[in-house]
Nanobody, 121 residues
Framework: VQLQASGGGLVQPGGSLRLSCAAS????????VGWFRQAPGKEREGVSC????????YYTKSAKGRFTISRDNAKNTVYLQMNSLKPEDTAVYYC???????????????WGQGTLVTVSS
């Protein structure tokens, strides 16, 4: 029972990537889902979250205006479209589920292995 993030890779500054978060072993429909990231030597930080229905979304300051979170409950998957990427976006990106609509890391569970995003020329 976990969430698996994928879609990371190496991209040049200004480029785009779409991350996917797929659930296995449980139905994602009932849960809010958050995206988080952890850069080398730094604490894990929130990026964005989406409500179970997809009606509500939230972006942290670093993501607002550049990233878009969405979900397809039929595919049991949540996405993070990242545009205008910057070197400071380099990090391992994780997704997790929560009963609460929040960016509080402690409220999230079913963390899976993350996916590495490297923004560099």
């Amino acid at each position: 029972v976990q969430l698996q993030a994928s879609g990371g890779g190496l991209v040049q500054p200004g480029g785009s990537l779409r991350l996917s978060c797929a659930a296995s072993g449980f139905t994602l429909d009932y849960y809010n889902v958050g995206w988080f990231r952890q850069a080398p030597g730094k604490e894990r930080e929130g990026v964005s979250c989406i409500s179970s229905s997809g009606a509500r979304t939230y972006y942290t300051k670093s993501a607002k205006g550049r990233f878009t979170i969405s979900r397809d409950n039929a595919k049991n998957t949540v996405y993070l479209q990242m545009n205008s990427l910057k070197p400071e976006d380099t990090a391992v990106y994780y997704c997790a589920a929560s009963i609460q609509f929040t960016m509080q890391t402690s409220e999230y569970f079913n963390w899976g292995q993350g996916t590495l995003v490297t923004v560099s020329s």
